[in-house]
């Protein structure tokens, strides 16, 4: 339910599996090298680790055998993940090794979140927990009470749910779940209140947060680790919370390079002209943060053009230095909006009629771009010309959305005083999954 691509989603629950079926000490003896470096990763070495023996069974024919049954994955077989880890060069290779760093990060450290399912899951050949991805048993039951919830604490006014989708309110990629998980989650899907659209999040998320005690369920968040892999566990205690939200700060946004150039009509023909030095600005603004005494920034991102068609999609994205993977994001002008408009409805009133007035004017310039100069030519040709189109269309953005927006966001942000904290907390809590209503669960990164 987060970023990552389905077939890494898909290798992390088989990996989790199978550290679970070899237990800790089979894992610790046999992995280790895969994440220390001193096993340089290639195609071989992928293929000859699941030809490794455990017992008499080789790795492919332990997670082939649980497919179905104790790995539920919508589909995806090993051959499929074998492909995505040795078809794209070093992506696959990184995505092999965070996939062993994950499953033996997680016999070793599990034990930090739930004792019950730590001491069963680091013994060989445990086979009462399932692991699934993308399934009808746990993944979908959790999406339906999710959308009654999400309608409950609406008050029925339309677009005024708690979240914006499902990943706000917990970001989990795949599940651990027992048969008991199952049938909870079950009954309380079929619970005619749930039905009714009256399920609350406080019973949803006591519901989740039981089972992850008890050691039936874990929902477990997965970022790329390049470094060393900490299990976090995230909204087990408001207080913990509230107090990291607490120690996040806006320290300034980050310095840029405005968009030097023009775009004109001349004898009905579009025309970009590009600055005779240099073409290269800066597109995207960065509001620097620090939180619980870590750098990091929030980009806010206009994504210009789908389909080669322009859009107003604005993507918000938390990142931290030094970590591989996203800290989490939101999409669009209007959400984002809304989320400063719990600290500062005036703000967040102009920054939504600023966008939709530089928004027309990009639109207006982007169809004369793709209609009456090179647009439509490029996009519909081949992978050059395709990426000529889509570094024009985004300097078509710069001068007249970026450029025009970076203003307003850093006079507001530049010299930052408790306003502006209390607006950067908002946006910390929303994309990290940590609002109020926001669902226990862990999450595995670097």
């Not at 604005?314 to 939101?330: C, D, P, R």
Request: charged letters at 25%; hydrophobic letters at 35%.
């Amino acid at each position: 339910m987060a970023d990552s691509p389905k077939e890494a989603e898909v290798a992390q629950a088989m990996f989790c599996y199978l550290a679970d079926f070899l237990g800790s000490s089979e894992v610790n003896k046999e992995w280790i090298n895969y994440t220390n470096g001193k096993i340089k990763i290639d195609i071989d070495i992928i293929n000859n680790f699941f030809t490794k023996k455990y017992s008499s069974k080789t790795y492919e024919s332990i997670i082939n055998s649980a497919l179905g049954s104790q790995i539920d994955t919508s589909g995806f077989n090993l051959k499929v993940i074998k492909k995505f880890f040795t078809s794209q060069g070093t992506v696959g290779y990184e995505w092999f090794t965070s996939s062993i760093k994950i499953g033996l990060s997680l016999i070793n450290q599990l034990k930090t979140i739930s004792t019950s399912l730590s001491t069963n899951i680091t013994a060989p050949n445990w086979k009462n927990i399932f692991y699934v991805r993308g399934d009808d048993a746990v993944m979908k039951t959790i999406d339906e009470c999710f959308k009654s919830a999400n309608k409950q604490s609406s008050n029925k006014i339309k677009g005024n749910e708690s979240f914006g989708n499902i990943n706000k309110w917990s970001p989990a990629d795949i599940y651990f779940a027992s048969k008991q998980a199952k049938k909870i989650l079950a009954d309380l899907e079929s619970d005619s209140e749930t039905k009714k659209n009256n399920l609350t999040f406080a019973k949803l998320n006591t519901t989740i947060g039981n089972l992850i005690k008890t050691g039936d369920l874990l929902p477990l968040s997965l970022k790329k680790g390049v470094g060393v892999i900490k299990i976090v566990k995230v909204n087990f205690e408001r207080k913990v919370e509230e107090e990291l939200i607490n120690e996040t700060f806006c320290t300034g946004v980050q310095k840029w390079n405005k968009q030097e150039g023009n775009f004109k009509i001349v004898n009905k023909k579009f025309k970009i002209e590009y600055p005779i030095a240099s073409k290269e600005g800066t597109r995207d603004i960065y509001l620097l943060l620090e939180s619980n005494k870590q750098k990091g920034r929030i980009q806010i991102r206009h994504t210009p053009a789908s389909g080669g068609k322009p859009i107003s999609g604005v993507k918000v994205i938390l990142s931290y230095t030094g970590a591989s993977a996203f800290g989490g994001q939101l999409v669009g002008i209007p959400l984002l909006a809304k989320i400063i408009g719990t600290v500062d409805t005036n703000f967040a009133g102009k920054l939504k009629t600023d966008f939709d007035r530089f928004y027309k004017k990009f639109e207006t310039t982007a169809k004369e771009y793709i209609e009456k100069g090179e647009g439509k030519k490029l996009y519909n040709g081949n992978a050059k010309e395709k990426d000529k189109f889509n570094e024009d269309i985004g300097v078509i953005s710069a001068l007249t959305i970026m450029n025009n927006l970076r203003p307003v966001i850093t006079e507001y942000f530049k010299s930052p005083k408790e306003k502006q904290h209390n607006v950067i907390r908002a946006i910390f809590a929303y994309v990290s999954s940590r609002s109020p209503l926001s669902s226990p669960f862990v999450i595995a990164k670097d």
